[in-house]
């Protein structure tokens, strides 16, 4: 293992112990090291952004660190590099769920931004936080080291223009049918051990996925819908190019207030809610994605904002996206 890392530890228990299990209880678990290591690599991962991005604006630096970060990406670290035959678990189950993940990752081509067919086991994200932090400790709490040895087992790293170029589809899919004036609605429904996502356009159902995990569920649908419009739509790219990454749409401070005011003048209803279309993220670093719809005389109008790590931020977001929207009107 030491050999993948290309680091030799001073300190041999702090590798076994960042790859035990809480399943086992012989020995200390990685669940200290883990929750050392989400800091490590999100804060070494928000200095390379920062470094390698100079003008871009915090809101999108936040997305591409989460995706860097993201349970899926970090699960794909495990596999592809064979940390996950070093796990030291006592669970069945958990090791059944890791193997077939790992059996479709190996079978994968190209990088998986969004995740894919199989949704990836926490605990295979988990090691590789709890590996970061064991050298991190190891090397007497040098974050550089630690990312030294760490950036060559990210790669590839997901950029900017990567996220620009292959959009979560769930964003994609509410933005194609913004611009195609249609309104999209997802609904769920508990079956057994999971959660069917089923999507609705314009009332009609056109498609549902299910999954042990809603989120999961969610993507996979959202997947399918999209493959379905782009018969109708075939240039669903469009839409999130027009209103996602617009140089243009720089957003202010009290846009909703603004907003508000610009339907009042308007004599338009002023909006009442604020929609979370998307929770992207860590558990402890969560990225918000809002929409705001209004009605005009001429029917509605829907806006998408940014990603924020706030969720008043993010309202904020759709709000100047709006904004900016009526004034090119």
Known sequence: LEEILGYRFKNKELLRESLTHPSCTDHESYERLEYLGDACLSMAI????????????????????????????????AVRHGLYKHIQLSSPSLDKKVEEFAIKVLQENEPMIHGGSVKAPKVLADIVESVAAAIYVD??????????????LMEPIITLGMLEGEPQPVTLLFELCQREGKLVDIKYSINGRGTTASIYVDGDHLASSFSE?????????????????????????????????HDGDVEFEGAKQKLSEACVKKKWPKPKNYRIDEVSGSDHMKVFTCSVEIKSRDGSIRTVGAGKNKLKAAENSAASAMVHKLRDS
């Open 46 to 77: 928000s200095d390379y952004l920062y470094h390698r991005y100079p003008e871009v604006d915090p809101g999108k630096l936040t997305v591409v660190r989460s995706a860097n970060v993201s349970t899926e990406k970090l699960a794909r670290v």
């Open 213 to 245: 995990q809603k989120e999961h569920a969610k993507l996979q649908a959202a997947k399918i819908a999209l493959e379905i419009l782009s018969a109708e739509f075939p240039n669903p790219m469009e839409a999130y190019n027009e209103s996602r990454w």
């Open 139 to 152: 090397a007497n709490y040098d974050l550089a080291l630690m990312w030294r040895v760490m950036e060559h």
